[in-house]
């Protein structure tokens, strides 16, 4: 499974942006797709998942709100929409998949893109 995020960009607080996360490969084999996110100096933490058949959505609590997670009608890419964007959202947005087992949470086993980066200015 090769994976490819983009939409990434520089955005004032209080703006928004959709990432997208473009799947390619043995696609039949995606259980859920992931969105994580690395801010400067920390660590990766996730930030929601779906199912790939689109009906689960998982998200952390800490982002429950601003952050939304869906599958889009080409049915091999995910998207994340962020709203209301403040600084602390400033990171490298990573996209992952599960495959070949029945799990939502990706590990660093499965499959990820390259990352791509959010810049929100205040």
């Known amino acids: 499974v090769q994976l490819q995020a983009s939409g990434g960009g520089l955005v004032q607080a209080g703006g928004s942006l959709r990432l997208s996360c473009a799947a390619s490969?043995?696609?039949?084999?995606?259980?859920?797709m992931n969105w994580f996110r690395q801010p400067p100096g920390k660590e990766r933490e996730f930030v929601a998942a779906?199912?790939?058949?689109?009906?689960?959505?998982y998200y952390a609590d800490s982002l429950k709100g601003r952050f939304t997670i869906s599958r889009g009608n080409a049915k091999n890419t995910v998207y994340l929409q962020i709203n209301n964007l403040n600084p602390e959202d400033t990171a490298v947005y990573y996209c992952?998949?599960?495959?070949?087992?029945?799990?939502?949470?990706?590990?660093?086993?499965?499959?990820w893109g390259q990352g791509t980066l959010v810049t929100v200015s205040s």
């Open positions: 779906i199912t790939w058949n689109g009906a689960n959505t």
């Open positions: 490969g043995r696609t039949f084999s995606i259980y859920a």
């Open positions: 992952a998949a599960v495959s070949g087992r029945t799990v939502v949470r990706a590990t660093g086993d499965d499959y």
